[in-house]
């Protein structure tokens, strides 16, 4: 199947600093991605979808100067924690739309620590 | 709005046993699709089968199999001879329309799966 990556991993960042998570499809040109957050035995909650060459649709109640993203390419999308702080501690997952397949493909993640 | 409800918050199941995992949606569309995922402690999430509303056979990939009952708005999960691997959580998704591109997908709850030995 097709196979989208996450970078980095895993971030722990100071509480005021800015975080940039980087989404990218590897073997397919996706031009909508999705980016979700997800507590710690909760569902995935969808943010923003992130289309390329325009700008992204926020869910309600996500703060857009908060959350940025930027759909630059075809194979990337980037989300930055603009001034995280503690609470913005989360796993984050970004996920891509395969344009021949009904199928969306996620990336492995990026856990993010704001101390 | 679309919804998804898993009402199984945690499922013990002895390995090699059989296990159906609940869930339930509401749409008002008549195109959708329905998926499962598991994600394992790594958090990656991995595609376990799917299933189109104009689909008439239930779907099956392996151990895994869909039963699809439309007119109860319910696509259970069914894990037929269960393996200690296959301890997770179990999300149900939906997505709207089932023309290819960019529909978000909507999660319920899930489901913790775990197989006892």
């Known amino acids: 199947g097709a196979v989208v990556s996450q970078h980095p991993s895993r971030v722990i960042c100071k509480s005021g600093t800015s975080v940039k998570i980087e989404c990218r499809s590897l073997d397919f040109q996706a031009t909508t991605m999705f980016w979700y957050r997800q507590f710690p035995k909760q569902s995935l909650m969808l943010m923003a979808t992130s289309n390329e060459g325009s700008k992204a649709t926020y869910e309600q109640g996500v703060e857009k100067d908060k959350f940025l993203i930027n759909h630059a390419s075809l194979t990337l999308s980037t989300l930055t924690v603009t001034s995280a702080h503690p609470e913005d501690s989360s796993f984050y997952i970004c996920s891509a739309s395969s344009p021949t397949s009904y199928e969306q493909y996620f990336g492995p993640g990026t856990r993010l620590t704001v101390t | 709005a679309q919804k998804i409800t898993q009402t199984q918050p945690g499922m013990f199941v002895q390995e090699k046993e059989a296990v159906t995992l609940d869930c339930t949606y509401d749409?008002?569309?008549?195109?959708?699709?329905l998926f499962w995922y598991k994600q394992p402690s790594s958090g990656e999430m991995i595609f376990l089968i799917y299933?189109?509303?104009?689909?008439?056979q239930n779907a099956t990939e392996g151990r895994y199999s869909l039963n699809f009952q439309k007119a109860r708005k319910s696509a259970n999960l069914v894990i037929s001879a269960s393996q200690l691997g296959d301890s997770a959580m179990y999300f149900c998704?939906?997505?709207?329309?089932?023309?290819?591109?960019?529909?978000?997908?909507?999660f319920g709850q899930g489901t913790r799966l775990t197989i006892n030995p």
């Open positions: 299933q189109g509303s104009y689909d008439e």
């Open positions: 998704a939906m997505r709207g329309g089932l023309i290819q591109g960019a529909q978000k997908l909507v």
């Open positions: 749409t008002s569309d008549q195109s959708y699709g």
